[in-house]
């Protein structure tokens, strides 16, 4: 009887969650099969080890940490399949072309600039900036010192306002520091 109440209240608290979990792999693997999959194993995962988790302590973070463990997986996993896969010369499909200019800024062209900044830099601006999670919060997710994360998030920030600069200026517009911050 405790198992079963036990999963009620992993329920209770962790459920709520799941669709920040599920934004957020999208927003790091690219592809809705492999975000389903890192979200429904991050539930489980959490559900195997629901003893380490101290009540009264954030949830959410903790279930992030998770995902990110979990996301880290997928890609070594990832990385091992494309070793053994076949080794024809696919180099034409590495070369990506400069994305083209849209005519105005959408949401979708917000996301394609985050998607081309790294990942390191792309993991702690969506932890900070998106899911509003203090940097010390960010930096027990991410296994790295708080310094590192402020250090990322400042080079993230400089990265997208660059990956964003090309559109500002196909509109005519200027950057701050350009135009006195008009």
């Not at 920040?20 to 693997?29: E, F, K, P, S, V």
């Not at 979200?39 to 302590?57: D, H, I, V, Y």
């Not at 940490?65 to 990832?78: K, M, P, T, Y």
């Not at 998607?115 to 940097?135: G, K, M």
Request: hydrophobic share 40%.
């Amino acid at each position: 009887m405790q198992r079963h109440n036990d999963i009620e209240e992993f329920e209770r608290a962790a459920l709520p969650h799941l669709g920040d979990l599920y934004r957020m792999a999208l927003r790091l693997t690219g592809e809705r099969s492999r975000a389903e999959d890192a979200a429904q194993e991050t539930c489980l995962q959490a559900l195997r080890s629901m003893e380490r988790f101290a009540p009264g302590t954030n949830m959410r973070a903790w279930l992030f940490g998770i995902l990110f463990n979990v996301i880290r997986h997928q890609r070594r996993q990832f990385a091992k399949l494309r070793l053994f896969s076949e080794s024809g010369d696919d180099s034409h499909d590495r070369i990506a072309a400069p994305p083209p200019i849209p005519e105005r800024l959408t949401d979708e062209g917000i996301l394609a600039a985050l998607d081309r900044v790294p990942q390191p830099f792309r993991e702690v601006i969506l932890l900070v900036d998106v899911e509003q999670f203090a940097y010390k919060e960010a930096a027990s997710i991410l296994g790295v010192p708080v310094g590192t994360v402020m250090s990322r998030v400042s080079r993230a920030r400089s990265l997208l306002r660059r990956e964003l600069a090309d559109i500002a200026k196909h509109w005519g517009l200027k950057a701050a520091t350009e135009g006195g911050g008009q």
